[in-house]
């Protein structure tokens, strides 16, 4: 844990560099497909990961929206993802007993996500009905029916997704973060779960907004450092033209934290539910139906929202798992817009920070896979509301390639 040294202040809204893709176009990919979930799975249109903290090998819980020959409709998938190295895996489907009480579907269910200690589970239940809730004793029992999520939230499809665990699940009572669309905005809301059936709802509050809808938000956990399984940042699809990929830094409130959306991909086909390991995120793709996900490999940071008090806090870097070395550093300082072209010794990506004055944290190494590199610092207090801009970057080691990502903030508030 290192204290941070107020280098820089500002407090900038301007225009910001987004995610930085080491593909471009990216490129469909089998890894996370139809045939490698199995189960006679048929098709993928969400699928989320969530990496068991400790676990060696690494492994991600997985939960996806999934057809197969059994059901005209979408239905639920859990699986478990193991490593078998930087980008590779072994997966095991979990369905037929982690999901033995889900009632066959007489319409499509959707949107199946799980909270990070996998003891509360989440989707939508049909264009008429409100988002279920299912839940669990412990990891190795399956989920059971709990209740339904009502007003505020609509009822319909709401591309039901899990946040922060507040207060887990001990089989009477719990606190978890529900993540939902509503009309063209994201917004989460405290959700109390209460034996035997009861989830009241809290205030909700935006984490993103404009005049274009949006849907699919799916968090960026951090998996490194100081809180394995916090959300730190999301990505989520927004339909400029067809549903263009999406990345904000930062998962608090909009009105609280003014981190921008950034558009990362756009092409004339569906993009949709992704989930990520590391910097690689895997979107459920559809050209006419849903087929290989799109893995966007990108170099991406979280914002950072600090108390005026100060205290310790982290930000979080993230690069596609690789197993040989990717060093990465963050570069503080005042936001520089337009950015500036520093072709050819950046490969991709523009300087968003001004070069006048320019600081760096000290560099590390992306874990190979994780794809995820973090600094846990100290910061100091503030008398009112500051910011300081940041932005990350990634050496390739090998190809020699340097990557710089998005711009984000250390934001007191």
Request: with cysteine.
């Amino acid at each position: 844990m290192r204290n941070f040294s107020l280098l820089a202040l500002s407090a900038t809204l301007a225009a910001q560099e987004p995610p930085v893709l080491i593909t471009t176009p990216p490129v469909t990919s089998p890894t996370f497909n139809a045939t490698a979930l199995g189960g006679g799975v048929t098709e993928v249109a969400q699928i989320t990961f969530i990496a068991l903290c400790g676990s060696t090998p690494q492994k991600w819980y997985i939960t996806a929206t999934v057809k197969t020959p059994a059901s005209a409709f979408y239905t639920g998938y859990t699986g478990e993802a193991t490593s078998t190295g930087a980008g590779a895996y072994t997966i095991a489907n979990l369905t037929g007993t982690e999901l033995s009480a889900l009632p066959a579907p007489t319409a499509d269910y959707f949107a199946f996500n799980a909270s990070d200690d996998r003891l509360v589970m989440v989707f939508d239940a049909g264009a008429s009905f409100p988002p279920s809730v299912f839940v669990r004793a412990s990891t190795a029992a399956p989920y059971v029916p709990f209740g339904s999520i009502g007003a505020p939230v609509p009822a319909g499809y709401r591309d039901s997704q899990m946040g922060d665990t507040i207060t887990p699940w001990n089989g009477t009572t719990g606190v978890y973060e529900f993540v939902y669309i509503d009309g063209n905005d994201l917004k989460k809301v405290a959700m109390t779960l209460t034996a035997p059936s009861t989830v009241t709802l809290g205030t909700p509050v935006l984490i993103a907004t404009s005049g274009v809808a949006k849907h699919s938000p799916s968090p960026m956990r951090q998996t490194t450092g100081l809180d394995c399984g916090k959300c730190r940042s999301f990505i989520y699809s927004q339909n400029d033209s067809s549903a263009d990929s999406y990345f904000r830094s930062a998962w608090d409130d909009t009105t609280l934290i003014p981190a921008p959306g950034m558009r990362v991909w756009d092409d004339a086909n569906w993009k949709a539910n992704p989930g990520n390991i590391g910097g690689s995120l895997y979107w459920a793709y559809a050209v006419a139906v849903y087929g290989n996900p799109l893995q966007e490999d990108v170099v991406a940071m979280s914002s950072v929202n600090v108390p005026l008090a100060g205290g310790a806090n982290a930000i979080v870097c993230w690069a596609p798992p690789k197993a040989t070395p990717q060093a990465g550093f963050v570069i503080l300082g005042a936001l520089q817009s337009p950015g500036i072209n520093l072709s050819p010794i950046i490969t991709r990506g523009l300087l968003g920070i001004n070069p006048a004055g320019l600081v760096f944290l000290p560099t590390q190494v992306f874990d190979p896979v994780l794809g995820e590199m973090s600094y846990t610092l100290v910061f100091p207090s503030m008398p009112g509301p500051r910011s300081i801009d940041m932005q990350v970057g990634m050496f390739d080691l090998v190809s020699g390639s340097i990557y710089l990502g998005n711009n984000a903030g250390v934001y007191w508030r």
